[in-house]
Structures are given as C-alpha cells and as structure tokens.
C-alpha cells in the first residue's frame, strides 16, 4: 500500500484522445484512493500513480458534466455531491434538520490545501449547498506548499476530496483539517505524527469523528516478519484516547482488494495482506461499492462492490489483529481474526465524484476522484448526523452496527450488497454474499434510516 490516504490513481485517460500519465518514482501512497478509468470503460491502459499524483484527469474540465455526459464523453459514470444525497437517502434527514449541526468532523492529511477554503466555496457554489469555515490545524512543521512538489499535489487532492464530501454530506458539521508535516508512507513514516495530532485534539475535546483516508499494509511495519507486531501497536494510543472519550474513528479500507497492496508496476504483494489503521479493532473500516445512478441521482442497478482494472475495495482479514467481540457473529466468515471492512460506500472508479481544486495553478477547475478515500469522508458525515440525532457522541460505532445487521434493513438502514467481490490483479478476492462478508462487510446504507437506527431513535 503506501502513503497517503486514498491511495488515489490517475483518472489520466478520462479524456479520449489524452496521452496518460506514467507512473512516477514516488511509492504509491497508501489506503483508499482515487483510481483510473481510461474511455468506453476500458481501463486496462490505466498508469497507477502516487496517490500524490494520481487522483488528476489529463485535463480540466472547467465544469462538471452530467452522468449521462459523462458516460458518452468519458466512459464512465461521475456523479455529484447532490447524486449521492438522494441514492444514499439523505434529503429527508437534511429536512428534520438532521445536518450534523453541532458535531464537528476531524479529517487528517499530510500537507493539506492552502487552498481549501476557497476551493470549497466554489464546490458548494456549483451545488447550492451551504458554506463553511474550515478549522486548519497545522501540527508540526508542516512545509511551504510546492505546486511542483507531487507528493504535495497529491495530498492536497486527497484533502479536498476529503473536505468537500464530509461538508456535503454533513453540511452544518464544524470541520476541522490537520495538516502534518510527514508525509504518511508505508510502514511507520507519516503515522507518529498523525497520531500525535489525533490524540492532542481528542485530550482538548475537538472532534467527535475522525475520518482517515489513509493507511500502511501490515506487514511493511518493522518486525511483522519475526511476529512482532510491537512497531504498529505503539501507535494505536489516538484510538485509544478516541474509545476512552467516545469518539468515532474511521478508516479507508484500501484499493487494492484482497491484497490492499499499492503498485507501481513492481511492488504488488501477490497474496491476501490487510491495512492498518483499517484493521485496527477500534476503527470502523469503510470499504467500496460502485453505485450506477442516472442523473438525478436514483439507482438503476443494485450497488455491488468495487473491482474493476484500476482497483478494489479492500477487504480481508487481519495479520495482526484478534477477532473483536463484536464480530462473534461472523466468526464463520473471519475466523479468529479481525475482518475488513465494516460498511461500504461509494468508491468506484466508473461512478467517481466531482471535486473543484485549485492549488496546482496549472490543473484550476473540477476534477473526478474515488477510492475508498471518498467513501470514508462521504461514511464521516453520516456518523456526524447520527451524533446530531443521538445528541452525544456515539464513539465506538461498530458493536451498534454488527448488532443493527441483526434486525430487518427497513429498520437498520443497512443494505446488504450481494454482488462483486474484490479480487485485484490477479490476487483471488472475496466474494460479496448474504450477510456478513470480506468484500462489502455488513453492506451499505440507507441513509435516513440508518442515522435514525444508530441513534437510537
């Protein structure tokens, strides 16, 4: 896997006619990322990118298009902040006034955006939704952005991913952005840092979800070879503090399926590997579907997991970690291991989301992103609202829901995906089926019920 969040590839070929981008030097970054399409959905000429690079189309577009434009034009599905309100079955929530008032969503990316506030006023613009400000916490010394820098550009993509669909979703929720000044990689870099944040914004009370689009493969970490798992288990104090002061922690899953390994051609681990902090028992792991919708945002096919030539959701079970209690259920699908992921949302490369971003003066205008990097910050705005409901923070969220999945999904909100699996260049994945499973976990959501489930209401 490799460094930042949503392990983002290159949406290079998205215009026809255009040379792609090939693959840099950089190692790949790490979990949930944006993937590549290439036109009429053949996606077999797809250059994997840094994630620091890869989340951006050969050209800008200087607006987005529609669904159905999009299919004819490109190839592929897009869809907007407003699409996924009403497949996800927001709008009713948004209309009790159920809008994340009064949570605040904590989003960690390395770097980050000097232009998040402006590119996030132009996003809410374009889709009549309200404005906010964004909390920029810097932690560390967090260099000058370099527009020339990819490693920069590329977190500064993921983070305005990040950004905008937390605020769409959750349009009223506080958001606050820390930029550390590491870049996360595989192994440990990048990740004392962001702990180090997480944890000092827990012990101030800021943040009642945290929502990470990044992540290292297990065994990149120092030790795991001999079994000793002590260099990724000192980290785990931010989730930790976040259990110990009910606060909700979210991770990518990855997209690279079963083996949730990056690539650049060279480094594909070929076998079953998992991530963490997506593993980590205390985290919810958010994997992918791919939603197929027209342009108004209704579904024309059933959701089903994310797995197409340019990635996958990740999923699978654990080096690492122990089966957690709350997976007692489906012990007969994890066996005594933890399993990934929890619950999937939107993350397909063929039904990726509109993001406007303007660092990079060279590339100004929308630009199209997915990975399970996008479903994370879409999956923060519903725990957001599901806190605003509850009127508390609900902190650890995945015993409610694994015990949700119990009971009818006109009651729990939870639709069980039961197509696709996430196999992944040449790595056999696993399949989507009834229940429980290592491809979609417990399913995806509707929305309005799902919100009113976790809260209890």
Known sequence: MGSPASLRRALALLAVGATALTAGTISVPAVGAAAAAAPAHDL?????????TGHRLATTRPAPLSTTQCVSQIGIHCYSPLQYRTAYNLNPLYQEGITGKGRTIVIVDSFG??????DLEVFDKQWGIQDTNVEVVKWGNVPVFDPKNPDHTGWAGETTLDVEYAHAMAPDAHIVLVETGVAETEGTTGLPEMMDAEKDLI????????????GATENTFPGYDKGDFKSLTDLRYAFKSAAAHNVTVLAASGDNGA?????????L?????NSWPSSDPLVTSVGGTQLTLDDNGNRTAADKVWHDKSGAGGGGVSGIFDRP?????VANVTGNHRGTPDISMSAAVDGAAWTYESYDPTAVGWHLTGGTS????LFSGIVAMADQAAGYRLGQINWRMYGLSLLPSNWSGITDVKEGDNGWNGVTGYNATEGYDLASGLGTIDGTKFVHALAGR
Do not use: M
Request: aromatic share 10%.
């Open 325 to 329: 209690w709350y997976q007692a259920g």
């Open 203 to 214: 012990k101030k009370g800021v943040g009642d979800v945290i929502s990470q689009s990044f």
């Open 259 to 267: 083996t949730d390994a990056q690539t650049n051609g060279t480094d």
């Open 44 to 52: 077999a000429g797809v250059h994997v990118q840094p994630a620091s």
């Open 374 to 377: 996008e479903a994370t910050p």
């Open 113 to 118: 955006s000097p232009t998040i506030q402006h």
């Open 269 to 273: 681990y070929p076998y079953k590997v």
